[in-house]
């Protein structure tokens, strides 16, 4: 098997970024996109330097979170910059792709998002967020591998369903010794110990709840009615309480 000499390229790229964290889970649509973007923007409205990295390449959804204006595009210059977003150096296959569908194929999912960790000079931060595709797929599994020091937080819904898969993503992560910053229950319609229970035996920490937000859909694409929503507070209480990321500097 040969290396791909990006491979090299990437851990320069991420050089000066301290520490990555990776939202990823089970099912599709029980809001990781919501969830690592709502951070970003919390962690940099904190003071921090925050990048987020959409690497949901056939669903991409950060940038409908975020309400990208049309316009803004990468800088070109050995590489590609980011673009300041709401105060997130943010990055997504959206700038090229636009509204275009982009039904990529195994090994051709793998190079687009191998080029896109290739090219991004995210210079120094201190958070960077993925928005991962969703599931234990092939192209999870290379995000994986190839973003080696990520940390993650696995994101579930109270549905046995979501949670059967859930279980086997901490359990993956387990075996590959990657670091699990916590569990976080979305959409939370009653009280249950569901989430809770089905973790039991999982050496991973519950760091809290986010209930079903009936006014967040609304707020989708505005930063600032986002950030005041039920959900985005509660998800901040989170960032700053259990996961103890408070003021930078
Ligand atoms: N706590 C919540 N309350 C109400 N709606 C929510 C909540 N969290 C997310 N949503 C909504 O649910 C939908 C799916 O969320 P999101 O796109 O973040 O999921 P996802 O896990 O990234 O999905 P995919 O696997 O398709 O990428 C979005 O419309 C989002 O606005
Ligand atoms: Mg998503």
Redesign the pocket.
Same mark, same amino acid.
Do not use: R
């Given at each position: 098997m040969t290396v791909d000499p990006r491979l090299s390229v990437v851990a320069k790229r991420l050089a000066d970024v301290k520490r990555i964290i990776a939202v990823t /889970?089970g099912? &599709? /649509? !029980? /809001?990781? *996109?919501?969830?690592a973007t709502v951070l970003a923007l919390t962690l940099a409205r904190l003071g921090y330097r925050v990048g987020l990295l959409d690497l %949901?390449l056939s #669903?991409p *959804?950060a940038h409908v !979170?975020l309400g990208l204006d049309e316009g803004v595009f990468p800088e070109e210059e050995k590489g590609i910059t980011p673009p300041q977003v709401h105060g997130v150096a943010f990055m997504s296959i959206t700038y090229f792709s636009g509204d275009a569908p982009t039904p990529l194929r195994g090994t051709d999912t793998s190079n687009a998002m191998l080029e896109l960790l290739a090219i991004t000079r995210w210079g120094a931060l201190d958070f960077l967020m993925v %928005?991962m595709p969703?599931g234990i797929g092939d192209a999870a599994m290379d995000v994986i591998r190839w973003l080696n020091r990520a940390e993650f937080i696995v !994101?579930t819904t109270a549905s046995k369903v979501a949670l059967e898969t859930v279980k086997k993503v901490i359990r993956m992560l387990g075996e590959l010794q990657k670091p699990v910053l916590g569990v976080v229950e979305?959409?939370k319609l009653r009280e249950s110990s569901t989430v809770l229970d089905a973790l039991k035996g999982y050496n991973v920490p519950f760091l809290g709840a !986010? &209930?079903? %937000?009936?006014d967040?859909?609304d707020a989708?694409g505005d930063v600032d009615a986002l950030l005041e929503t039920d #959900?985005a507070k509660q998800l901040a209480g989170i960032v700053t309480g259990k996961l103890g990321f408070t003021k930078a500097h």
């Open positions: /889970g099912k &599709g /649509g !029980i /809001g990781k *996109s919501f969830t %949901d #669903a *959804s !979170i %928005d969703p !994101i979305n959409m !986010i &209930g079903f %937000d009936t967040l859909e989708i #959900a």
